[in-house]
């Protein structure tokens, strides 16, 4: 696979990637990263265990010196991270490149009702709490990211547009 040159934010060329895919939970966050890892590329999927905790409050934190290393390990490498933390604008200057994924909030109900992989967002509290963060939340992500693709069309296309904004399909 070819690697794709992008400026690095000291301005210089580099074959590195870093790109962060996040969403509201039920996006395909999860299901992008283990399509990635199936091609063969370095995905991690920060809402796997070790990676995140909750602080005090409840608000779902990276593990920051862990995101730092693998950021770091990547080497020239491109590098896929998945998830959404109250965090994560900590790394965004590290990152070449931020996805966001998205869905409407009835298609988001019913895959979290279905979905089988995680449990979260099943209860009707947790639920709630995913509608509030798309109507909350999700602006503000949009602001920051440097695309968006609507998780709508199938999860083969999903992750092409993807490979495809980052210049590796």
């Not at 070790?50 to 934190?61: F, K, V």
């Not at 730092?68 to 490149?97: H, I, M, R, W």
Request: glycine share 6%; proline share 5%.
């Amino acid at each position: 696979m070819l690697k794709a040159t992008s400026s690095d934010i000291r301005g210089t060329r580099t074959t590195m990637k870093r790109v962060l895919l996040t969403g509201m939970s039920g996006t395909g966050k999860s299901s992008v990263i283990e399509a990635l890892r199936k091609r063969g590329l370095r995905a991690i999927d920060l809402d796997e265990p070790g990676w995140s905790e909750h602080d005090d409050e409840g608000n779902q934190q990276w593990c920051e010196p862990r995101v730092q290393e693998a950021l770091e390990s990547a080497g020239d490498d491109t590098l896929f991270l998945s998830g959404c933390a109250e965090n994560q604008v900590k790394f965004y200057p590290q990152l070449t490149d931020i996805i966001l994924l998205s869905a409407p909030a009835e298609v988001l109900e019913e895959r979290l009702k279905t979905r089988t992989n995680n449990p979260y967002g099943r209860r009707p509290e947790e639920l709630a709490e995913v509608l509030y963060y798309l109507e909350t939340v999700e602006p503000l992500l949009r602001r920051g990211a440097t695309c968006e693709i609507e998780t709508t069309i199938p999860l083969d296309q999903v992750v092409e547009e993807v490979l495809e904004h980052v210049c590796l399909s």
